[in-house]
């Protein structure tokens, strides 16, 4: 070691670094648990005019023997495993890689080979997940737009703000996404030849610098939105109709 | 008058350990302050390097509190006062005596980077967006606190294969430049290892210039990379194009 013994500790940090990524370890976790969960249910997943953003597009395929979540819910976690910013959350909450910044990580010096070996360089196709993640977004506002009709015609429930508020957060969650950022504009190094480019990559980088708080707002709405179908398919609450 | 404690690391490549000493405290007193303290009345051959003490020379880099700082913008009334404030040299680079580093690796790595290289017939006049990119990246004062955090470098020490952040904002600045014509897409890749970086954004909370340098450079650099090496669809299209 460079510095003798004096930096062979975890760290010299006195501040409490530790904090976020235990924190940020605890939520991914408790979503990924429940998102499991609901996945494999099969069941208590629609309440007329509401289907939950885990079944949408809701799939009913005869072939398929196991719960229809499972065919698309690989878009939206694919692409949420390959965001840049979840990668840095979980690199350094799960694989402590570094826990935190000028902290010890968990694999032994130089041990690490970053995303430049499988299975990390699979990181670097995450363009194909926006796209994947793109189609079912769509979906969602379908089904955001049929939360409007009820059986007995044009309404507003709790329901569906619930699922508005959900399909615009997960929205802006792709629209501030890195690999679109690039693909709309990032790339070109002239700018003043395309000047409609200039101005999304333009807006696009200025949703791009909350990304992470777009990551964590839309993870924990489309929880939200699915835990409150289920509430109202299991009979515990019941939506309130505004008009 | 109420005193800090600083301790600080002496020693050199052979080995050392911290130094107790007290400090009176001065209202807006910086670390480097207290270090010029410890030099004019205990310790004077204690070595450490600057020469701006105005945040731009990028001379005085140290870890405080095992946080890599610059020590003449880093205000005592910032840290904890009431336990010793340590002060280490930079842990990445070798250690030549106290604090001094040699940080000789970073100008050998970046004479790596192929320079600007511009067309034969270039119109040298740009225009403000186009050239607005690159100039974030020359904000750098090379103080080298960013390749200290890295733990590509610290921890793993790959100095043969990742040029680390730095040098990552040194090639993003040329490849965005409007009238650059060089393509590092393949050294960025190979030679330079923008795949060991796992994006953890380290560099990015310790640079005292505030350059953004995962989300405006690396990621970026990665997406191009992603562009040439990762993303059949962009093959096709650059056929159909014929470029
Ligand atoms: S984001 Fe990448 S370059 Fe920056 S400190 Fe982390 S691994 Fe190193
Ligand atoms: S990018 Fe920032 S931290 Fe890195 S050398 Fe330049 S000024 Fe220092
Ligand atoms: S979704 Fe986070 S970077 Fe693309
Ligand atoms: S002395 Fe110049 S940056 Fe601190």
Known sequence: MANGTAQSSITLRTDTWWVLPLVTAIVLATFGAYSTWRAFANVDFLVQPYLSPFYSPYILASWWPFSPALLILWAPLGFRATCYYYRKAYYRSFFMAPPGCAVKPMAKAGNYEGETKFPFIIQNIHRYFFYAAAVVLFFLWVDAFHALWFEDGFGIGVGTIVLFVNVILLSMYSLSCHSFRHLVGGRFDVFSKCPTRFRLWEKVSKWNENHAMWAWLSLFSVALADLYIFLLAKGVITDLRII | ?243
């Open chain 2, 1 to 243: 008058m109420s005193v800090a404690k600083l301790r600080i690391y002496r020693g050199d490549a052979e080995g050392g350990q911290e130094v107790e000493y007290d400090v009176p405290i001065e209202e807006g007193m910086v670390v480097l302050d207290a270090i010029h303290f410890v030099q004019a009345n205990y310790d004077g051959d204690i070595a450490v390097r600057w020469n701006c003490k105005a945040a731009k020379c990028g001379s005085c880099s140290a870890e405080i509190n095992g946080m890599p700082k610059l020590t003449c913008k880093t205000r005592l009334d910032t840290l904890p006062l009431d336990k010793p404030i340590t002060v280490h040299p930079l842990k990445t680079f070798p250690i030549m005596k106290d604090l001094v580093t040699d940080v000789s690796w970073n100008y050998e790595v970046r004479k790596k980077i192929p320079p600007f290289k511009y067309a034969k017939d270039t119109d040298w006049k740009m225009q403000q967006v186009d050239v607005e990119r690159s100039q974030e990246f020359r904000k750098c004062i090379e103080c080298y606190l960013c390749q200290d955090v890295c733990h590509v470098l610290r921890n793993h020490n790959k100095k043969n294969e990742f040029f680390g952040p730095r040098m990552m904002i040194k090639i993003a600045e040329l490849e965005m430049h409007p009238l650059d014509i060089e393509d590092r897409k393949e050294m960025l890749r190979e030679a330079a290892g923008v795949g060991y970086c796992n994006i953890t954004k380290c560099c990015t909370e310790v640079c005292p210039e505030e350059i953004h340098i995962t989300d405006n450079a690396i990621i970026p650099l990665k997406e191009r990379v992603a562009d040439t090496y990762f993303d059949p669809l962009q093959w096709v299209m650059k056929k159909i194009k014929g470029s």
